[in-house]
């Protein structure tokens, strides 16, 4: 019975301060402290757009894009990249707002689960804003050219079906 109990202890001995970082951290993550996608010095206001065009200059010439399609893409870059910049702001005011709940001296159940509804809208919203500029892209593409995209993609993320 010794060992089981001195097992335990170790188990929780181990789950404390990993629970404690995660209490530390989790907050700290949300709020983009980490970097990454909308974290500190990733993304900038307007910052969709030019990283938008950054991708059109290196695929335009492996898919051979013509300069009629470079225009139109261009064009339909200038009108969804605003779109997607505020998509970022409310994504970092969400988790800001996240963050700031779940690190207040006590935590308001009904303003986390407001704060997450909130988020899956914008999940939904963003994805819903996505797939439109995707098809809107595929619509100025001929077929052999969303083909080379298809194919630029699994190349960088492995093949897909």
């Known amino acids: 019975m010794a060992h089981r109990f001195r097992g335990r202890r170790w188990l929780l001995l181990g789950l404390v ?3 404690a970082l995660t209490a530390v951290a989790a907050p700290f993550a949300m709020a983009g402290g980490f970097g990454g996608w909308g974290g500190p010095g990733c993304h900038g206001p307007g ?3 030019s990283k938008m065009r950054m991708a059109a200059d290196h695929i ?3 898919v051979g894009l ?6 139109k893409v261009d064009a339909l870059i200038g009108d969804v990249a605003p779109t997607f910049d505020i998509h970022r702001e409310e994504g970092t005011d ?3 707002a996240l963050a700031n709940e779940l690190a207040a001296d006590t935590v308001n159940r ?3 689960e407001r704060l997450r509804g909130d988020a899956i809208q ?3 919203r963003a994805s819903r804003d996505a797939i439109d500029a995707m098809l809107r892209l595929h619509e100025v593409l001929t077929p052999d050219q969303r083909a080379k995209v298809r194919d630029l993609g699994a ?3 492995g093949p897909r079906p």
């Open 17 to 19: 301060p990993v629970l």
């Open 47 to 49: 910052d969709a757009a």
């Open 60 to 62: 335009g010439p492996v």
């Open 66 to 71: 013509s300069d009629g399609q470079k225009v």
């Open 94 to 96: 969400l988790r800001l």
């Open 110 to 112: 009904d303003e986390v």
């Open 122 to 124: 914008l999940a939904d």
């Open 155 to 157: 190349m960088f993320h």
